[in-house]
């Protein structure tokens, strides 16, 4: 890709800035459309160090309504301050429909830096780089418009700039060690950039352009840009095809085969309760100083116990550890954006623990159920799903999926006595009963997605729910293992 | 207040565990008419390091939904590396309607601790209480219940807290450096804390427990929470009353004096702007350097032009550097909270410089004129908005307010043509027509707030903008004014 791109030809200049301001009217015409067609618009601007990438940005929005796109610029963290994901930054900063943004560098730049710093290990590169791929395509697939531009320039017009710049008081600023270092550093990561580029070529093409000539980089900026644009106004938004990949999958019952009867008595769970919940307060101080995320997922039946069943397992916790996320219907700004954005902007950061009442599987049971998404939408979800829960166990996390699981008898009894009793009425509404109407249609949903992705880097756990105090033992149990068996792990790893 | 505070004296232990569990079921009963009556709940907990703040918070959620409550505990960054003002932790953080949040240390502990390691001199500790008392006196006149709590131990008490702490090795990375610089210190704290508390006692009273008994501790928070709920509940929502503080106010004309004839040659312009453009981005550079924040403000008569002016402002400035906030209509997240909330949620990092494409005025307009808010509520706004930008501006903000100028013949001459060019149709709604017919009350509304809101460190500008071009000029030559006194400022201070 770089190492034998041709620099383009020197055109004549006035030619050009007809061509840009052409553009730029163009581009501020379809402005409208974007908005009125909701079309979410990312413009990953990647390059060399004073290659232009700010100038460039500047020159494509000049004319642009301010309202309507945003720049992000993320920083690139070390790794050993890093609280989230590695996509964290990009993955929460994601345009709504009808918007436009530009990413001043961001995850090529943040990926290819910490390889050739030997801030991460090639297997964790190549983990890297498929999350990247993964996380391009879900967009793709979600209808966004994604363009990628690499600005390039050779050393020797890098080494004038780096100097023109320092010479400046003004600018000097702008020059940092990490800029120094990248020129010194110059052939590798040529080769490390090109290398990212082409394994990230599939999805989403590349397209790098010279940033020696800046009129014209920016003139065949401008032209990828409001001819993608044009295309995709063109069509119907864009809507990716359901796919499958090879995650190991762990075999799960069928929910009619789970034996709903085993209990507790009063004694042994009140004596296991108090003993479990010493053990994961004990742990979550080491999680916490482990710096361990912990993820951890309910779904369930209405009045299946959800909620008491948190709060057992929070109540050992140190309330300035952890977070619960009852998850609602998406509101408005939500809605307008990939579905998985609101619970990137949820995760927890590395020590913490997050607890999610409901989850991301709304896609695939109550989405799906009542057509809040397209058929597509919904069978695509069960890889983007294995592949955002993949990332975050890469990340390091500890990620558990609970279905909190009773029968339809224990519902209705339980359904009668929020009737009745004054004090949880509220607990109940119309939507519960029509819900329970539909529950052949949703078991099998749930059927549907309990085979699907339960994966061993995040499985599902059927949590028998009919007695809930057994239900609470269980899953706090299910808990205290995984965290003993992470911080076992996270002890061997900083011995290696 | 701390320093003679006397010690609670033992009561029998099973009472004092009924008294919780009964209060416990209370406040799980009152969370659904919190719910219902919308009523937002913040209780702070400060205290001596070890006091067992966590705990206390721990056992008071113990039998709440965690769906109803959350809790934050920001750290306290060092003054060199505060990217925001001192309050952003806590502004931004603040609960919606419905909800309770615990913050476990907050403004209190900053403040104060600060104060003793002489990050901050005398005078802007006087500054940050003065900016509690405003912050905690807008959340309550908002109808926010806040209640705060100092969980008090003594000196001997702390030792052994802290010596437990350190020798088992789970719990030992709990006691930091700074834990144990305040025990040294336990007698200029107690000092720091005592005046504090009596600084900021007069709005909402402090209530100081005693944490060596942490269970008499808990009763008494969960007293006093239930008490305060109880009463909210009782009554109507509390709405503050307006009132006047003494601002420095700048002698504004009314709109109807303002000389709307000034214009500029094309030619003129041209040159004006190229030079003003490139002055503005030099002067973005040292901005980003000295870490200086800049807000600047739009309002204006509907196509009185501010997205050409803001447009002109953003061009030459480094896209990774500014934002442009379009603010619309409150989304319902954002209406659920103290009407500031979305504005704090948007403030620049240090060194950025953000702008705001309608602002905070629309409370003392729109919101006026249409009946969005009540009356109380837009005549208590100009003063709370006059202790707002002075807490930026005393955070080291250059802030700075457009009113855009237009007259109605003009007006009418840019709807019509809105109304007649195709491209421009989207521009011009329904409500723009209607906003017009009250062009009168709008005006009325407009000149009482320059007239009350032109203080002298966050002053307003009318810009004439009859003639766009003219109104671009002025605009940018006051920006790059108010950078360089800024600039200028920020220098002598280094050597001061």
Known sequence: MLKDYEKSKPEEKSAVSEEIKELRATLAGQQQLIREKKLPILVLIEGWAAAGKGSLIKEIISELDPRFYNVVSPAVVPESEMRYPFLYPYATAIPENGKLMFLDSGWMESVVRKRLRLEISDEEYKRRVRAVNEFERQLRDAGYLVLKIFLHIDEEEQFERLEDLSEDPDTEWRVTPDDLWQHREYKSFLKAYDEFMEETDETIRWHILDGQRKRTAVRDAMKLLVGRIEKSLAKKRYVGEPFEEKFPLLKMPKLAEVDLSPAISEEDYR??????????????????????????????????????????????????????????????????????????????????????????????????????????????????????????????????????????????????????????????????????????????????????????????????????????????????????????????????
């Open 271 to 496: 004596k296991e309760l108090k003993k479990l919940q010493k053990r994961l307060s004990e742990l979550h101080n080491v999680i916490y100083r482990k710096k361990i995320p912990v993820v951890i997922c309910y779904e369930g039946w209405d009045a299946a116990g959800k909620g008491g069943n948190i709060r057992r397992l929070a109540y050992p916790l140190d309330p300035r550890g952890f977070d619960v996320h009852p998850i609602a219907s998406p509101l408005p700004h939500e809605l307008n954006r990939q579905y998985l954005w609101r619970f990137w902007t949820r995760l927890p950061r590395t020590g913490h623990i997050c607890i999610f009442d409901r989850t991301w599987y709304g896609r695939v049971m109550v989405e799906r159920l009542e057509g809040f998404c397209g058929e597509k939408d919904w069978m695509r979800a069960y890889n983007e799903i294995n592949e955002f829960e993949r990332q975050l166990t890469d990340w390091g996390a500890v990620l558990l999926k609970f279905w909190i699981h009773i029968d339809q008898d224990t519902q209705l009894a339980r359904f009668t006595d929020r009737q009745n009793t004054p004090e949880k009425q509220w607990k109940i509404t119309e939507e519960d009963w029509r819900n329970r109407e539909k529950w052949p249609q949703y078991e099998a949903a749930v059927d549907e997605m309990l085979q699907k992705t339960s994966t061993k880097n995040a499985p599902w756990f059927i949590i028998e729910s009919n007695d809930k105090r057994y239900a609470r033992i269980k899953a706090l149990k299910i808990v205290v293992k995984a965290l003993e068996e992470a911080c076992d792990r996270h002890f061997e790893n900083t011995f290696e």
